[in-house]
């Protein structure tokens, strides 16, 4: 369980499936995961939300996101009722990437999940869910 939990071997294996995307697009790996995930975020697209959701050092973030806006593949916006957060936003040129990506994780995904019934999906899905809440709670209780 622990294993799984680290996710190394998942991390890896995604470090792997993209690197010839990174390649490709000249894309460090944190810039690559942050436009993953703002693909992905919906409203939250903050540094404080990309922080918290890929455990990345702030440091990271701030880099990447300032490269990212340099090239032209997101924008920020400050948040209109608290100056001290700034949305970030794709812009269409981050679209091609983006699809790649997607394309890659869905078949990455398939082939993980390969040969598991979808009762055994669901079920995986609900107990996931419960141990992410209660690692959650106990991270609150600190």
């Known amino acids: 369980m622990e294993s799984i939990l680290q996710g190394g071997q998942f991390k890896k294996l995604l470090e792997e499936q993209s690197l010839?995307?990174?390649?490709?697009?000249?894309?460090?790996?944190?810039e690559l995961d942050i436009l993953y995930f703002?693909?992905?975020c919906g409203a939250y697209n903050t540094s404080t939300d990309i922080h918290h959701q890929l455990l990345m050092n702030r440091g990271h973030i701030s880099q990447a996101v300032e490269s990212l806006i340099k090239r032209n593949y997101i924008v920020a916006i400050p948040d209109q009722n608290d100056r001290r957060y700034v949305?970030?936003?794709?812009?269409?040129?981050?679209?091609?990437?983006?699809?790649?990506m997607t394309k890659m994780r869905e078949e990455t995904n398939a082939f993980i999940l390969e040969g598991i019934p979808e009762e055994e999906l669901q079920v995986f899905?609900?107990?996931?869910?419960?141990?992410?809440?209660?690692i959650e709670k106990?991270?609150?209780a600190k």
């Open 125 to 134: 899905q609900a107990v996931s869910e419960k141990i992410k809440a209660n």
């Open 87 to 100: 949305h970030y936003e794709l812009l269409d040129s981050a679209g091609e990437i983006i699809h790649e």
């Open 38 to 40: 703002l693909s992905h």
């Open 20 to 30: 010839e995307l990174r390649r490709k697009y000249d894309l460090k790996k944190a």
């Open 138 to 140: 106990m991270i609150q």
